[in-house]
């Protein structure tokens, strides 16, 4: 097969998922064409998809010597440092996307991995940048609510979660999250209806029952706090 041929290939099997299947095309293409910065780039992508991230840094650092200023490269190779646990070598890598390219999900990448490093002002701009790019993004708002609570801005971060839910109410980590801003803020009756609905959305997940548990005991409703906690086992 030809260069062309081994590409349409390897992206018809991506599309159905067939990675591993993928993966053979794509390196097939590239022993026609070693200097293809796209199919490094798509290799990358589908080892990453088999949840092999340091053979697609590999793949990625690889298709940036064919092009340092390719945004999408760098974007992706920053996805695969986050899998391996270096948010600093992410945040790198997503800097120099939005340095030759910026986008959404690259300044949203680049927030998450400044939570990790606990850079929460940082984290915060870099999720409004995001939201200049979709300001209908419920995650971003999500997020950023965190670094706006981690930071003991309990207030600000309760709105943030509010319009999360705005755009999105069926997500229970929002509801959770809004539920400890308000607990932080002594709102307790209300923090309650929140775990409440948190664990409505996702009755198995064990954290909101825990929370509601807390929340209750601290109320002195301890026959209340006891069946929150029963249910979070």
């Known amino acids: 097969m030809s260069f062309s041929d081994c590409m349409d290939l390897g992206h018809s099997l991506r599309e159905q998922s067939l990675f591993e299947d993928a ?12 200097e293809s910065l796209d199919a490094w780039f798509y290799l990358g992508n589908v080892l990453r998809y088999q949840d092999r ?6 793949a990625y650092r690889k298709a940036l010597e064919r092009d340092r200023f390719d945004p999408p ?19 790198r890598a997503d800097r120099k996307s939005i340095q030759y390219g910026p986008s959404e999900e690259a300044w949203y990448c680049l927030g998450l991995s400044l939570i990790k490093l606990e ?12 939201l200049e790019h979709n300001y209908n993004s419920p995650l971003a708002w999500l997020f ?24 999105d109410s069926s997500n229970p980590d929002a509801w ?7 607990e932080l803020q002594g709102r307790h009756p209300e923090a309650i209806e929140a775990y409440f609905e948190a664990a409505a959305r996702d009755p198995e997940w064990c ?4 929370n509601l548990g807390m929340s209750r005991e ?6 209340e706090a006891r069946c929150a906690y029963q249910q979070s086992i």
């Open 23 to 34: 993966e053979q095309a794509f390196r097939e293409a590239i022993e026609h064409q070693p």
């Open 119 to 130: 850079k929460y002002s940082g984290a915060e701009a870099a999720f409004r940048e995001a």
């Open 144 to 167: 950023m609510g965190d670094t706006l609570r981690y930071r003991g801005l309990h207030a600000r971060a309760e709105n943030e979660y509010l319009k999360s839910l705005d755009l």
């Open 176 to 182: 959770n999250k809004l539920g400890i801003s308000l």
């Open 207 to 210: 954290l909101p029952w825990n």
């Open 218 to 223: 601290r109320e002195r409703l301890y026959p």
């Open 73 to 91: 490269t760098w974007h992706n190779l920053g996805i695969s440092l986050a899998d391996l646990g270096d948010w600093a070598g992410s945040a």
């Open 53 to 58: 991230p340091c053979e697609a840094r590999s």
